[in-house]
């Protein structure tokens, strides 16, 4: 069965910095796509980066375009953990994190199949 | 402002047919088979509806069917069912800078 456990999120000051982690468990890590997507309250889904695998811990990365520059998504494979990184928070940023993970290996266009559960952040004016 | 657009809200009664659309570009929706579909209760993580435009994974019910004409996706619930009622977002592939978008969401109503 495949797991996607977050963890990390909690209540930190403006200006401020936090590391979210994800373990994942039941399929071959190092051969998927990952995602970190964001849910501020009450309101939609925010893609936020997604990283692919090609042999090291950095991989290529994506984001988006108002978050590149804080936020650093990384990844290691030897302990399937997915990070993200996040640097001079803002009142914006609070939202539930969710990291994600598609059914297919080796394909980073298709649907997300498996999401964790979320950890919230909470950034404090 | 979403780069994906959905309707704010749509609703239905039980039994009935419902269309959720998700209007994009030509950088996205219009030219990659790549849109995807989630259903999110409240309180509860997303969960993928349909994928590839009109793919449906395993355990999901054969009243979710997704389809697409030029830049607008859609997703189709027949025989609305009360546990239906949630959010729904559509999701693609872009060329853009960014790699993904998400629409803005669509509340499902089950009258």
């Known amino acids: 069965e495949v797991q996607l456990l977050e963890s990390g999120g909690k209540l930190v000051q403006r200006g401020g910095s936090l590391r979210l982690s994800c373990v994942a468990s039941g399929f071959t890590f190092n051969t998927y796509a990952m995602t970190w997507v964001r849910q501020a309250p009450g309101k939609g889904l925010e893609w936020v980066a997604t990283i692919i695998d090609s042999g090291g811990t950095t991989g290529n990365t994506f984001y988006a375009d108002s978050l590149r520059g804080r936020f650093t998504i990384s990844r290691d494979n030897s302990k399937n953990t997915l990070y993200l990184q996040m640097n001079s928070l803002r009142a914006e940023d609070t939202a539930v994190y969710y990291c994600a993970s598609p059914g297919r290996q080796y394909d980073f266009l298709t649907g997300f199949d498996y999401w964790g559960r979320g950890t919230l952040v909470t950034v404090s004016s | 402002q979403s780069a994906l657009t959905q309707p704010a809200s749509v609703s239905g009664s039980p039994g009935q047919s419902i269309t959720i659309s998700c209007t994009g570009t030509t950088s996205d929706v219009a030219v990659y088979k790549y849109v995807s579909w989630y259903q999110q209760h409240p309180g509860k993580a997303p969960k993928l509806m349909i994928y590839?435009?009109?793919k449906r994974p395993s355990g999901v019910s054969e009243r979710f069917s997704g389809s697409k004409s030029g830049s607008t996706a859609s997703l189709t619930i027949s025989g609305l069912q009360a546990e239906d009622e949630a959010d729904y977002y559509c999701?693609?592939?872009?060329?853009?800078?960014?790699?993904?978008?998400f629409g803005g969401g669509t509340k499902l109503t089950v009258l």
């Open positions: 999701k693609s592939y872009t060329s853009t800078d960014t790699l993904v978008v």
């Open positions: 590839d435009d009109n």
